[in-house]
């Protein structure tokens, strides 16, 4: 009985030990395996579908716009507020090589500006 309970108290700590160093997770650059590995109710169905629902309307803006993910419940999202990020800016900076310059890309459907580049462009 007693190899046992110290097997418990091993096992208690080991396990508070791995959800301890649990660091955020960002939900606009996270790919559905670290989602369903580090989010409480969160499983690889869900986990793809929120992965699918950032890929089809962009960014998440707010760690409450999981709730517009299919199926999300908002006891989901409250049980793993504490880890959940957005991530830096909502603006990307996308360069395409061209002279020109670059597009900017607003987050949740913004219009993308073209802004001239800092360096000369090249001779033919």
Do not use: W
């Amino acid at each position: 009985m007693r190899i046992f309970s110290s097997i418990l108290v091993s096992l208690g700590l080991a396990f508070a030990a791995l959800t301890a160093f649990a660091g955020p997770v960002d939900i606009n650059s996270a790919d559905a395996a670290t989602l369903a590995r580090e989010l409480n109710g969160v499983g690889p169905a869900r986990a793809q579908a929120i992965v699918a629902y950032r890929n089809e309307h962009g960014p998440f803006k707010s760690v409450d716009d999981l709730r517009l993910v299919k199926n999300m419940p908002q006891k989901v999202i409250d049980n793993n507020r504490e880890l959940l990020r957005t991530g830096g800016s909502n603006t990307a900076t996308r360069t395409d090589g061209r002279a020109g310059g670059r597009t900017e890309v607003k987050a949740g459907g913004g219009k993308a500006e073209t802004k001239p580049d800092a360096r000369p462009a090249r001779a033919p």
